[in-house]
C-alpha cells in the first residue's frame, strides 16, 4: 500500500517559516531513492499547483517562480523523507501541502494545511 505523510504544517505570522515533512511508506515506496519527488499545494477555492521537485539523489531541484528564492526542496533517501523549508512566507502561501511522486499529484498523502495570517 502506497502511504505518503505530510506533515509540519501550522499558522505562521507572514515573513515566518515552515518546514514540512513527508514521510514515505509501502510496497511502492520501497524504493523511494529512485523516485522524482514533488511538493505541490492547493489553495482554498483552486485547482492543485505545482511547488517544487526534486530529482532521485537531492542534485537537482526546481520551483515554481512564486516560491523561488524563499523554498528550498530536500530528501533523506535513508529515513524515505522528503523536506520542504518555506521561508519568508506571505499569505498567498495559504494552502494545503502535499507531496506526490507525481508532478500532477495523482498519489499524494494527506496534506498538511499551511496558514499565513497575521
Keep these: 500500500q502506497v502511504q ?15 518546514r514540512l515533512s513527508c ?18 499545494r492547493q489553495a482554498p477555492g483552486k485547482g492543485l499547483e505545482w511547488v517544487s521537485s526534486i530529482n532521485t539523489s537531492g542534485s537537482s531541484v526546481d520551483y515554481a517562480d512564486s516560491v523561488k528564492g524563499r523554498f528550498t526542496i530536500s530528501r533523506d533517501n535513508t529515513k524515505n523523507t522528503l ?11 495559504t494552502a494545503v501541502y ?21
Design 23 to 40: 514521510t514515505a511508506s509501502g510496497f511502492t515506496f520501497r524504493y523511494f531513492r529512485y523516485y522524482w519527488m514533488y511538493w505541490l
Design 4 to 18: 505518503l505523510v505530510e506533515s509540519g504544517g501550522g499558522l505562521v505570522q507572514p515573513g515566518g517559516s515552515l
Design 98 to 118: 502535499y507531496c506526490s511522486n507525481d508532478r500532477s499529484g495523482a498519489t499524494r498523502g494527506q496534506g498538511t494545511q499551511v496558514t499565513v495570517n497575521s
Design 83 to 93: 523536506y520542504l523549508q518555506m521561508n519568508s512566507l506571505k499569505p498567498e502561501d
